[in-house]
């Protein structure tokens, strides 16, 4: 599927003035105290990062385009300076910009790299300590950005070291590009590969591994002593949680081939072509210059662990029966599907607009999950449709709803009572998330609702909590989530999308 990402902050575009270059040189050095704006002699401005001017490293200059920044420029601290051109004719030459480095810093340096995007790769040799480099487009921008950061410290010091990975990546590196598309393919969800043919995919996985076969094709016969330097960008934005899924993925593929890597990934926005997707460089790289990362943690490897042990339902616990967990699962999912339309006009007030789908799409998909399965195995069910929530479930709502069924599928076999399920699954769910009673979130429904029933109240009265609780929203300032962009008065008297969409599939649960 295909998703047009619009701002949701109340300004337009002409209002903001992001193509504006002069607009980001008063903007970075209020997001970054340490850089300092250096006028130049031809009436530009360089920004220099005075943070960095006693390091003993080859220094960075990124030349970006106004209005279409890479999140790596602002999220980077090892770039020494940022520079903005609006267009060719303002061209800053290297020499000016290492002028503005030095007058800066006045400290002496192994070397100045400047970095730009063009057609064509190449690379210049202004003088013996300045390199002009050239890589075709803002993927390439971000992956050199990062492998020039996360170089070792024997690279970063030497102009030389650093001009024989530069060289590398010039020579060898490879990118790829999915785009989500809208119509199918054979009946399945569709994507376009490097190859420009629409390919059909059930899981993530599967369009993933495709892009990265393509992309390594190249590399096969690299030896031992090599890392792969692998940069990833979601393009036009993905969830967060689909960027996590495409990260472990990754890392996953990687690691079952028995490739070291090392990862990094940005934002990019592509303003000719709305259409969301990812893309991936790889650079082959000698261990010499980029070590291997370590190997990536699940923070929810325990729990899930522990959940796929239990299998079954200990008998000292509770017992569950496949016609009434099926009869709250579908009440509880119909009653979501039914109320989406409301759920949508609050989002669109005070969000992405997108909650509503998200739930129904959630909803739908459990549905059709449960269908053909048995319920009285309730604990492993549950962790299967985890599985299979995490690829078709995105946002904000989705992440917090897989963490959370996580969970109660262990705590569901290990506890007495449903309540004391609910109450570990919260705790645990409280762990990965900075949102808590009073934050206008979905916690604001789920929080009442299950301390009630953890201190003994009935569902009544628990429903009856959870519905203040949502209530309660309407006057709550926001302090996560898009909302945080709004004027108070935007949201006020609008309960909080997801809070009011978790209140409907617990009365649906529980109408039973």
């Known amino acids: 599927m295909a998703v047009v990402v619009e701002q949701t902050i109340p300004f337009a575009n002409e209002q903001l003035d992001a193509e504006n270059s002069t607009r980001w040189n008063t903007l970075y050095p209020l997001i970054r105290p340490s850089i300092n704006a250096v006028e130049t002699t031809t009436g530009q401005t360089v920004l220099v990062d005075q943070s960095l001017a006693n390091d003993k490293y080859v220094r960075v200059a990124v030349v970006g385009r106004a209005g279409n920044f890479s999140s790596k420029l602002l999220s980077d601290t090892h770039i020494t300076a940022i520079v903005t051109e609006a267009g060719s004719n303002q061209t800053l030459s290297s020499k000016e910009i290492e002028k503005a480095i030095n007058e800066a810093s006045h400290q002496q340096h192994a070397g100045i790299v400047v970095l730009r995007s063009g057609k064509q790769r190449s690379m210049n040799k202004i003088e013996e300590d300045l390199l002009e480099v050239v890589v075709k487009g803002d993927l390439e921008v971000d992956h050199l950005i990062h492998l020039l950061g996360a170089a070792t410290d024997s690279t970063r010091s030497s102009i030389e070291s650093t001009r024989e990975v530069l060289e590398v990546f010039l020579e060898t590196s490879t990118i790829a590009t999915s785009t989500f598309q809208t119509g199918k393919e054979n009946g399945q969800a569709a994507i376009l590969h490097a190859e420009g043919k629409p390919s059909g995919y059930d899981e993530a996985r599967e369009a993933i591994e495709k892009a990265l076969e393509h992309v390594l094709r190249p590399h096969v016969d690299q030896n031992e002593g090599t890392t792969y330097s692998l940069h990833y960008s979601d393009v036009n934005g993905l ?40 893309s991936i460089s790889v650079c082959p790289v000698s261990k010499q210059y980029l070590e291997a990362q370590a190997e990536p943690t699940n923070p929810l490897a325990d729990e899930a662990t522990e959940g796929s042990k239990l299998t079954k339902v200990d008998s000292r616990y509770m017992k569950f029966t496949d016609q009434a967990v099926r009869s709250r699962i579908e009440n509880g999912c119909d009653a979501v599907i039914k109320e989406e339309a409301t759920i949508t006009r609050y989002d669109e007030i005070v969000g992405d607009g997108d909650c509503g789908y998200t739930l129904r799409d959630g909803a739908k998909q459990v549905l059709k999950f449960i269908a053909n399965r048995n319920l009285s195995e309730l604990p492993q069910t549950l962790s299967e449709l985890v599985h299979d929530l995490e690829v078709n479930m995105g946002g904000t709502s989705g992440a917090l709803y897989c963490i959370f069924l996580t969970s109660l599928s262990s705590s569901l076999a290990a506890t007495d009572s449903v309540a004391a399920a609910l109450a570990v699954a919260l705790e645990q769910l409280l762990n990965y998330t900075r949102a808590r009673l009073g934050d206008r979130t979905m916690l604001d429904c789920l929080i009442p609702f299950v301390e009630v029933l953890k201190s003994g109240g009935d569902v009544s009265k628990a429903l009856e909590e959870a519905e203040k609780g949502v209530e309660s929203t309407k006057d709550l300032e926001a302090k996560l989530g898009r909302s945080t962009y709004l004027d108070e008065s935007a949201t006020r008297g609008v309960p909080d999308p997801g809070a009011y969409g978790l209140l409907v599939l617990l009365k649906g649960m529980c109408s039973s």
Do not use: P
């Not at 899924?245 to 890392?251: K, Q």
């Open 239 to 278: 969830s967060r949680l689909e960027n996590y899924i495409l990260g472990l993925e990754i890392a996953t593929y990687l690691r079952n081939a028995g490739l070291s890597y090392r990862l990094s990934t940005s934002t990019l926005l592509q303003h000719a072509d709305l259409a969301r997707g990812f």
